[in-house]
């Protein structure tokens, strides 16, 4: 039986330009949350980030504990924590609140910190983050699953017999992933801890590009050697898709926002797994279309990109785009309607059955009409009768 896929979004967000209302970015994302949530997607995950002007949300719990009350049934994720910038009690008490305050639909994502100037205002190597990310998980279990006490001393923190007062809403937990991009480290500190796996560097279903069944070699390796059984739903891909009617009207889309984007990623972050490739806007469209790492067309395309991408990957759960300011307001919404109704569907175990009882009812058509029709005939008068097979 074909396991239902979930579909979402990945949020950072890319409120770019910068010289945009803030005010009016923050609501846009609070918006096209609540849009998902009435199309029936699945999930949401927004990041954190403190610096490089584009990625404005500073605490993803306050924003997603206010979509919270907006939305219906949608669940909604960290994507992500830079644990290492905090203290891993604070973290686990305010992820149990929102646990309780969400009724279940919370679930957290964790990483070591994209962005370098981030790490840097808080005195931070970024050699040193995902080792403290490693370590700080293992503290940060500890408080989410057991009342023993914990004490530690780092550089960077001190607990003494420390433990949540509260258990977590879910039971016994609810989901916690860790990000991955390009390298091992995500998947191997996942797998270590048993926990789900959030691939959000840019991935391909053509051979030679980045490949994601690495990550998941890598991470069910890792979780099978520390005793822990890898879960495929609970691995999620990250892909860049933008759809519209037609191939030519989702590249003019683009022309609203892709470039800054590709701007932000070649001259402002320095995140070597997500630079765009290209100067020109024909370029950069190619480097997406053509290097095979997204999608810019029809439903069509993005169903046979997806469907690519699920041969090489193999099993996983979940699929999550990047959310972007690269069209305006209305095509954006109309790309999520338009992947909501016509490819969401061919990846649902409803959809083999629709098609198969759509081939069974033209399959016998004919005999079909001529037998309604005499049926319907046997109660008209002779003035009325209907021809047969009418």
Not at 337 to 360: D, G, K
Request: hydrophobic share 40%; with cysteine; charged share 20%.
């Amino acid at each position: 039986m074909m396991r239902k896929t979930r579909f979402g979004i990945f949020m950072p967000p890319w409120n770019s330009p910068p010289t945009q209302n803030i005010t009016t970015s923050l609501q846009r994302n609070l918006e096209t949350i609540q849009w998902i949530d009435a199309l029936g997607y699945d999930e949401a995950w927004v990041g954190e980030h403190h610096s490089a002007g584009s990625e404005i949300i500073a605490d993803p719990m306050i924003f997603l504990a206010h979509a919270a009350a907006l939305t219906r049934s949608i669940r909604l994720g960290t994507g992500i924590v830079p644990l290492p910038y905090h203290n891993p009690y604070h973290v686990a008490e305010r992820m149990i609140l929102m646990d309780h305050l969400l009724r279940g639909r919370f679930m957290a994502g964790f990483g070591p910190g994209g962005l370098p100037s981030d790490a840097t205002m808080f005195g931070l190597d970024p050699r040193e983050l995902r080792p403290a990310l490693d370590h700080d998980l293992g503290v940060l279990m500890k408080l989410l699953t057991s009342t023993d006490p914990v004490s530690v001393k780092t550089a960077r923190y001190t607990l003494h017999e420390a433990f949540c007062q509260l258990a977590p809403h879910s039971d016994p937990l609810f989901d916690v992933c860790v990000a991955a991009t390009r390298s091992e480290a995500g998947p191997r500190i996942a797998g270590r801890h048993g926990l789900g796996l959030l691939s959000t560097g840019v991935i391909s279903p053509r051979e030679g590009m980045p490949a994601p069944p690495l990550h998941w070699d890598v991470y069910a390796q890792e979780a099978r050697a520390h005793g822990h059984v890898p879960d495929p739903a609970r691995w999620r891909l990250v892909v860049n898709v933008h759809v519209a009617e037609t191939r030519e009207q989702a590249v003019a889309d683009l022309r609203h926002g892709f470039d800054h984007f590709c701007d932000y990623t070649q001259k402002t972050i320095a995140m070597p797994a997500i630079t765009a490739q290209g100067d020109s806007f024909e370029e950069r469209i190619a480097w997406m279309n053509e290097g095979g790492i997204g999608v810019i067309g029809t439903p069509d395309d993005a169903i046979a990109f997806l469907t690519r991408l699920a041969a090489r990957a193999g099993d996983f759960g979940c699929i999550l785009m990047l959310a972007h300011d690269w069209a305006n307001r209305e095509a954006t919404l109309r790309h999520y309607e338009l992947f909501a109704r016509h490819v969401i569907p061919r990846f649902q175990p409803s959809y083999r059955r629709l098609m198969m009882a759509e081939a069974r009812a033209q399959a016998s058509h004919s005999a079909d009409l001529v037998t309604n029709s005499a049926a319907i005939n046997a109660w008209l008068p002779p003035s009325e009768q209907l021809p047969a097979g009418a």
